[in-house]
């Protein structure tokens, strides 16, 4: 997974990057800097326990604190080649909102209007830029391909002339696989994080209604306040839980944000187990028991012949392999077999 922080100039950005990574990003970090960050999982530091491999490997996020964005940042192009391209390289969008008094007005619902605007003028120039080239070589209507693609494209544009993210077009016939090479920026999967202060992180579930009744209903939207996440983030553990009970922290932001990105991604996680290694394998929710193979190497893939599958909770409860088998949850299970959250797997595969 790779998301890109993004937001107003003042909104909390730097400071919403460091609570995510901790890492201070005056601390020699450049911009654009990509930083990995473990997915914690109970599940694996369990099993962890019970094998005692010689390594321990999380699924990982990626996060870059990419682009500050303002109005008419398209139109005028004030954004940088490497941040746009950043950005259209991001599975998701963190869009952090300011709620909080810097000496502007605090309006995080036009502060989104905004970047939601600059999103769909940025897809409608680089489809007007395409439909262009297209036409200067005469349509080539004998290419059955680049009709399609045409008639796709008008059919995007024609959307997001309505002032619509393309992630709200409903596609036919498999033609959403077209547009995969153009990374639209209004496609991607966005959270919200709206950004107060310490004096009214104590209201954030009151905030966070108020937000939710302004802004589109299927965005997932977070209330934190980022300086004291980034503090948070920084102090030793043995400082954490008294920090987070003064100021009512549950969870921290990012483990909240994580979270919620396996969630808007679509993502689970199959486990591997024994002594050399246990680790965590992220895939789309749905995948099939020979592409989860796959991403472990190419290999079993191709010479897919059995998965091993026991369930995580079914493993818990009897201890141990044997025990699984006797108890009939252990199975052997073929290519077609639809992947579940925790499944721990072990991969049958030719010579």
Same mark, same amino acid.
Request: charged share 25%; glycine share 6%; aromatic share 4%.
């Given at each position: 997974m790779y998301i890109s922080i993004i937001g107003a100039a003042g909104s909390g950005k730097?400071? @919403?990057?460091?609570? #995510?990574?901790?890492?201070? %990003? !005056? /601390?020699?970090? &450049?911009?654009?800097?990509?930083?990995?960050v473990d997915v914690p999982d109970e599940r694996l530091e369990r099993l962890a326990k019970t094998f005692n491999p010689k %390594?321990?490997?999380?699924?990982?996020?990626?996060?870059? !604190?990419t682009a500050t964005i303002e109005e008419g940042d398209v139109k005028n192009e004030t954004i940088s080649p490497k941040a746009i391209q950043k950005m259209r390289t991001s599975d998701a969008f963190i869009l952090i909102l300011r709620h909080f008094d810097n000496g502007l007005p605090v309006d995080p619902v036009a502060e989104f209007g905004t970047i939601f605007t600059e999103f769909i003028l940025s897809d409608m120039a680089q489809i007007e830029m395409r439909l262009e080239r297209i036409n200067k070589q005469g349509g080539k209507k004998d290419n059955t391909i680049v009709q399609q693609e045409k008639a796709m494209l008008e059919k995007c544009l024609a959307h997001l002339n309505e002032e619509k993210p393309l992630s709200t077009l409903q596609t036919l016939n *498999?033609?959403?696989?077209?547009?995969? *090479?153009?990374?639209?920026?209004?496609? %991607?999967?966005?959270? @919200?994080?709206? /950004?107060?202060?310490?004096?009214?992180?104590? $209201?954030?579930?009151?905030? #966070?209604? !108020?937000? %939710? #009744?302004? @802004?589109?209903? !299927?965005?997932?939207?977070?209330?934190?306040?980022? $300086? @004291?996440? &980034?503090?948070l983030a920084l102090m030793p553990p043995e400082e954490c839980a008294d920090f987070m009970i003064e100021y009512g922290i549950k969870e921290t932001i990012r483990y909240r944000i994580i979270q919620l990105a396996c969630r808007t991604l679509g993502l689970i996680f199959f486990l591997t187990v024994g002594e050399d290694e246990c680790r965590a394998w992220p895939i789309k929710r749905g995948m099939s028991a020979q592409d989860a193979a796959g991403t472990i190497h190419t290999d079993f893939y191709n010479k897919f012949i059995r998965a091993e599958t026991v369930g995580y909770d079914d493993f818990t409860k009897y201890g141990n392999f044997a025990e699984c088998k006797k108890a009939g949850v252990w199975r052997l299970e073929g290519k077609e077999y639809v992947v579940k959250d925790g499944d721990i797997i072990s991969i049958r595969a030719g010579n």
């Open positions: 730097t400071m @919403l990057f460091q609570a #995510l990574s901790g890492i201070k %990003k !005056d /601390n020699g970090i &450049a911009p654009n800097t990509i930083v990995t %390594k321990t490997v999380h699924a990982r996020i990626e996060i870059s !604190d *498999g033609e959403g696989k077209m547009l995969r *090479g153009f990374q639209f920026l209004s496609q %991607k999967p966005m959270m @919200l994080v709206v /950004n107060c202060d310490e004096m009214t992180v104590d $209201k954030a579930e009151t905030i #966070l209604s !108020d937000i %939710k #009744l302004l @802004l589109p209903g !299927d965005i997932p939207i977070i209330v934190a306040c980022a $300086k @004291l996440e &980034a503090e």
